[in-house]
């Protein structure tokens, strides 16, 4: 168990994405099960929308220094001992692979065995990649079955038969070194976990989904919007459609002609009904023209839909509740595909919703929360 040894230790989760790098600083103790929120940290990229490859790199490095700084100010240079930087779809190269061992003559399942189906996952994923300058940093098992028949604790299991689903997600090696050499610059024992969010919140939406169900799970971000497939309790793939927040955040500064922070701050007010009200309808006909185009966007997310023969759909919408009442008002499922949207279910699921499993629960508002709150809750693991 993390953290066994103490009474109390900080941790922090990092949300490295295309708009901005956020992160949140928690407390897990022995005496309470649940963490405690402490502080988040947020940092935007220079606005623009034209970046290419070396400025998110350039940036990224920036803002996360940034953080770090801001981190050391906050908690009086007591840094926290495990980090967990979460990768948004650019940053990264993922997989899912399925693995099948047969004729064993009933033998007991060992961890030896498992780690053997990993490294080959790992060796096979690398060979497909062709690269050298990345670097694996997740392996997660996500569905084991022993002769035909789903397994949550596989080892010690006897089988003759063993199918095993991987998901892999590697990083270019630069970026995962650089990253972790400001972290040991504050702190030289530190540990240090890379994580994707679509596997982060696929574990966490397993406490509502059956095990083997299949969903949509849509994650507006900054400037990209990861939308992850889950067929029979897999993730099969993960779109990234280039649209997200930022692309609200920019018009409203151009439009109200302030800095991006202060765009920030007003949408917050218009999702919490702080607005007056020609100052809320005015913002809802700029929000609302914006994401119009998502109707074009989502045509990917329909043919994808299709590909996979999922019927009885669910869709999750996850986030920090930025706008997500308006893009599911706008986004109609008749709109957009009336054959699949007769067995469509649309949610909307935000991080109040995991809110009872916080010992204390605050600062967590806008665009990437979800993300953070699925790392925070994940952190045990």
Not at 201 to 213: D, G, V
Not at 231 to 246: N, R
Not at 338 to 353: C, F, N, R, Y
Request: proline share 3%; aromatic share 8%.
């Amino acid at each position: 168990m993390l953290f066994a040894s103490a009474t109390k230790r900080k941790g922090i989760v990092f949300d490295v994405g295309t708009a901005s790098v956020s992160a949140t600083l928690f407390e897990l103790s022995n005496q309470h099960h649940k963490p405690r929120i402490l502080k988040t940290f947020r940092r935007f990229h220079k606005a623009s929308l034209h970046k290419d490859a070396l400025h998110f790199s350039r940036s990224t490095v920036k803002q996360f220094s940034r953080i770090i700084e801001d981190v050391h100010e906050f908690t009086e240079g007591s840094m926290p001992e495990l980090y967990i930087i979460g990768l948004a779809s650019i940053f990264y190269l993922g997989k899912t692979q399925k693995f099948h061992r047969g004729q064993r003559k009933n033998a007991q399942l060992k961890v030896s065995e498992i780690d053997s189906i990993v490294e080959d996952g790992r060796k096979k994923f690398l060979d497909d990649l062709r690269r050298e300058d990345i670097i694996v940093f997740e392996n997660i098992s996500m569905k084991t079955l022993l002769n035909g028949y789903l397994i949550e604790s596989p080892v010690g299991c006897s089988a003759d038969e063993i199918d095993v689903w991987l998901r892999l997600s590697a990083t270019s090696r630069d970026l995962y070194d650089r990253l972790t050499e400001i972290i040991r610059s504050e702190r030289r024992d530190a540990e240090i976990r890379f994580s994707t969010f679509p596997v982060s919140t696929w574990a966490l939406m397993r406490q509502t989904l059956p095990k083997e169900s299949s969903a949509i799970m849509v994650d507006i971000g900054g400037e990209l919007t990861e939308v992850t497939f889950i067929a029979d309790g897999i993730i099969t793939e993960v779109l990234s459609l280039p649209f997200g927040v930022l692309n609200v955040l920019l018009r409203i500064s151009e439009n109200e002609r302030i800095d991006l922070e202060n765009a920030f701050s007003l949408l917050k007010s218009y999702t919490s009904g702080m607005l007056e009200s020609e100052a809320e309808r005015n913002l809802s006909l700029l929000i609302r023209k914006e994401i119009k185009r998502w109707e074009q966007l989502f045509e990917r997310v329909w043919q994808e839909a299709s590909r996979e023969s999922m019927v009885n759909i669910k869709m999750f919408f996850l986030g920090g509740g930025a706008f997500l009442n308006d893009v599911k008002t706008i986004l109609t499922p008749p709109l957009l595909h009336p054959d699949i949207s007769k067995g469509l279910h649309v949610s909307v699921v935000t991080p109040e919703a995991f809110r009872e499993q916080f010992e204390e629960y605050c600062c967590v508002e806008g665009p990437g929360d979800f993300g953070l709150v699925s790392l925070i809750l994940n952190a045990r693991r």
